[in-house]
């Protein structure tokens, strides 16, 4: 398997490219939704974030990747108390996964071959203190969506099933990817996702050549390529780590509260989250510039990635979301 | 550039094996739609020269057999862990069968794989008319054939071997001019096509197609040649139509993008690339592909053929015996009690094997009937006599039901008739931005060929049952039918044409509603509503909320 694109590598999308980022530095901002034609680099991004980011440190052996060994869950019998250094884990959450693959279940192989009563761990176990991908998220059944609403929300996955009774943290950053045209998103999962994209292919010749170039010599010519490309690699990571230590001095002045507030009044969003989510990524967006406090322009730079999908949906509005979110931006917080 | 011929299209066939046969990673794989015929064999015959192991899959294919994970059977039988290797783990040419079938599930999981690049993909799609392979797929091939029409003696014999071989070899020192990622790019935009992995598939085609030549270099042949070969078929603007009008019916028309990009190459030197992949268009590709582009939406959440005997959710059925896949769940209860009475039995024969044993065939698997989804089939009289009266209001109150429907997650579709025939305007969807775009755009005018309009429904709606789908017609006429089945202006036979398929309608058991939008009730169509044992509303002059509500509470 060859090495994912470079982040830094891709061209353009740079809302994209930001709210991942934001995430990667606050990841309790609730992930990230791409929704977009083919072929804009979509799943191509999401692969690249997983080289992008910064290592953790786990307990070895540890089915949920706890990060001290005393907090292993007991059904996993963990032995080792060594904690290494490893990748954070990006799951791929296949489309028309079954309910046991996402959740755990009994192993069955151990029950009717030894008679034991085990847990075998599913994705959202291993999606511990990662992130979990998946593509074409408008597609996903019904059911392990309300799966995925339960977990996303609670941080714990709790199995009661086949006389299992185990629970474990299933903290997650959510990245979905999806094409608009092959059907809808319910608005409950559409709420779970912190920030939202609209990604389209880049409408002039220049861009889209850069973009044919960079990926025909990462196909060609991998080793050089990637290469070229490390050194800018490692310098994100190394600013995306520095935001994460600014993140918990940075100032927050209360006109910025009132400023999020206002914004999503007008835009009448649903709930609060719309506001908690806004100021998070603002201030993800802060600390990554290296800016002292949280401004005006940080909100206008996250706002619609934030906001877009929260709006109570019209089915019959002709015009995007994408266009009300600015119109308010504008009138609400004048540069 | 029409001084040199564009290659000639029977060349096309044995020119994509080979292509793909030189570069079978870079190029994605080969789309291949035609029935199993002769031709078909010809070309598939022609895979042996892949340099890649080829297995074949089945769209009906379990993630166990494409990941691979425990072998239960195996692990019974041997009393330790058997694990199976998936068919994913090692390189490989993969050849999907029934291509068209395949759910939106293995097409996600077949492009990821496509995209880490360990293979090719060979699809061969057998769908008839707007029956395509998921476009999650078809956008990761990078070529594309149809054989249709196709004569026996028009496609190629399989590419030599040696000479794949040779190309193979030389491919990596095949130089490309610093101007071909742009003109293939331009070529691309200028043909609308919005992909990005198009003009990287065209690269990749034009560097085999040099190295398959016996040169070093690409020249501006052979990236006409791969413009044909991967651009034809993806293209949604014929370039010659962007001058006079906006493209025909856009399919889903992008705002600003197509008409912004599609002018500018026209004044390049890249005409040339345009002008060679215009040649390979089939003349009503266009139509086609938009009809099956519209189409593959219908496939909701679980893809075709999603049964209503599910094995995941809904209510509990017995159990009953099968083999755990990924797909479905063991019932350990029901296995263990089948494998009861036998333990005494099995023991004698297995004296030293410890626990419980076990048989493949006492496997049993949990099963769940769930309620399929609903597809509402609007088909709306857009006739002259219905336009005066109506049609506005019936569309208004169809737009109120959309946001119902769109909260029960119904899928809808919409036929329309008018004139002499009737048209599918929006197959079933749950796209409601799509759905009443359609509907804004519906003009209203000429006869009423009522029985049309209904021969269409049935249509959709059997294919929708062919899906899992539950349809049910809602039809808006004012029921003055007055062109008949064969489209002639003929109101007896338009009547006795539309009480033959009022008939129909009664035998297959699709719920129907009738809604009379004449001014005032028309005995005829109650009569017709009668043979349809379909549920009748005349409605009086009414607002859109008030037909809505009506609507509402018959179909509710």
Redesign the interface.
Known sequence: ??DPFPFSAIVGQEEMKQAMILTAIDPGIGGVLVFG?????K??AV?ALAGLLPPIKAVEGCPVNSATPGTSPDWAHVTSTRVITRPTPVI?L????????VVGA?D??R?????EKAFEPGLLARANRGYLYI??VN?????IVDLLLDVAQSGENVVER?GLSIRHPARFVLVGSG??????LRPQLLDRFGLSVDV????D?AT??E???R??AY??DTEVFLKKWRAKDTTLRKKILAARTALPLLQTPDSVLEDCAALCIALGSDGLRGELTLLRAARALAAFQGAPSVNRTHLRAVAPSALRHRLRRD??D?AGSTARVARQINDILPA | MTDTPPAPPTDRTGLAVALLAIDPIGLGGLWLRARACPQRDRVTAGFDVLPLPRIRLHPGIGDDALYGGTDLAATLATGRRVVGAGLLAHPAALVLTMAERCPAGLAVRLGQWLDAGTGCLLALDEGVEDELPPAALTDRLGLFLDLEGTGWQAVSAPPDPARVAAARERLPYVDTPEDAARMLTVTAAGLGIASLRAPLFALAAARAHAALRGDDCVTDDDLRVAAQMVFAHRATTRPDDTQDSAPPPPPEPREGETSQTSPEPQSLPEDMLLEAARAALPADLLARLAAGRAARMASGSSGTGAAKKGNRRGRPMPPREGRPDGQSRLDPVATLRTAAPWQAMRRKLQPQAPGLLIRPSDFRLRRFQETSDRVLIFTVDASGSAALARLAEAKGAIELLLAQAYARRDHVALVAFRGTNAELLLPPTRSLVQTKRRLASLPGGGGTPLAAGLRLAMEVAIQARARGMTPTLALLTDGRANIALDGTANRPQAMEDAARMARAYATSGIPTLVLDTATRPQPDLRALAGQMRATYLPLPRADAHRMSAVLGAALA
Do not use: F, Q, Y
């Not at chain 1, 296949?94 to 693959?101: A, S």
């Not at chain 1, 597609?139 to 059911?143: A, G, M, S």
């Not at chain 1, 094409?179 to 809808?184: L, R, S, V």
């Open positions: 398997m060859k034609d083919r072929g804009t680099g799943s191509t692969r791929d296949p489309l028309g996964v079954t309910e046991d693959r009994l069955i192989e029950a009717l071959t030894r008679g593509d074409e597609l996903l059944e019904d059911h086949e094409n608009p045209e092959e059907g809808e389209a292919s880049p409408n010749i889209r050549v973009v044919i170039r990926r025909d196909e060609n089915p019959l002709e």
